[in-house]
T-cell receptor, first 114, second 110 residues
Framework: GENVEQHPSTLSVQEGDSAVIKCTYS??????FPWYKQELGKRPQLIID?????GEKKDQRIAVTLNKTAKHFSLHITETQPEDSAVYFC?????????????FGTGTQLKVEL | DTAVSQTPKYLVTQMGNDKSIKCEQN?????MYWYKQDSKKFLKIMFS???????INETVPNRFSPKSPDKAHLNLHINSLELGDSAVYFC?????????FGSGTRLTVV
């Protein structure tokens, strides 16, 4: 089955700096890669996703990149703010018509310090 | 209107008891899931239903039994609760791809 590794497990940055979280996946058939943000005591929420036919996607201060050959993908957050502090999860799956099983990475605790 | 709602939000119970968690979604999604998040925050799939049919059943003890009376509901019943079952259980739904998660049920077995 799919295996997703995520690094680092914790990340501290100063407000205004950039943060990068990296993930690798094992199943070359995976074609959908979402990122979730989970604030303390809350549900995971989808913040951005990318499909295997695209190499990069941006949404304001957030961007994701995908390298299919190397089987890794990354989340980039620019101009970090205190409200970006949370646990971030990457995930991978094979899209099918009947739903998809997301395999999650182990999470990255991001702390943005003032 | 909450898109994916779970009840109860907190559940404290003794070892050996049987308990249920309910989930409902009003998004019209075809697929629903149960995930377990342990104390280290790791999210692991347990079950998935598509249009009331079980499509994913991971290596979960048979003390856990999901039930989907219709495609908007997916409940989780747990028999003979053990200390190791303590975790946060998230229900989710999807249409094709990205999940919408419920707010979670924090289960504590004492």
């Amino acid at each position: 089955g799919e295996n997703v590794e995520q690094h680092p497990s914790t990340l501290s940055v100063q407000e205004g700096d950039s943060a990068v979280i990296k993930c690798t996946y094992s199943d070359s058939a995976s074609n959908y890669f979402p990122w979730y943000k989970q604030e303390l005591g809350k549900r995971p929420q989808l913040i951005i996703d990318i499909r295997s036919n695209v190499g990069e996607k941006k949404d304001q201060r957030i961007a994701v990149t995908l390298n299919k050959t190397a089987k890794h993908f990354s989340l980039h957050i620019t101009e970090t703010q205190p409200e970006d502090s949370a646990v971030y999860f990457c995930a991978a799956s094979i899209e099918t018509g009947g739903g998809n099983k997301l395999t999650f990475g182990t999470g990255t605790q991001l702390k943005v310090e003032l | 209107d909450t898109a994916v709602s779970q009840t109860p939000k907190y559940l404290v119970t003794q070892m050996g008891n049987d308990k249920s968690i309910k989930c409902e979604q009003n998004l019209g999604h075809d697929t629903m899931y149960w995930y377990k998040q342990d104390s280290k925050k790791f999210l692991k799939i347990m079950f998935s239903y598509n249009n009331k049919e079980l499509i994913i059943n991971e290596t979960v003890p048979n003390r856990f039994s999901p039930k989907s009376p219709d495609k908007a509901h997916l409940n989780l019943h747990i028999n003979s609760l053990e200390l190791g079952d303590s975790a946060v259980y998230f229900c989710a739904s999807s249409h094709l791809t990205g999940y919408t998660f419920g707010s979670g049920t924090r289960l504590t077995v004492v």
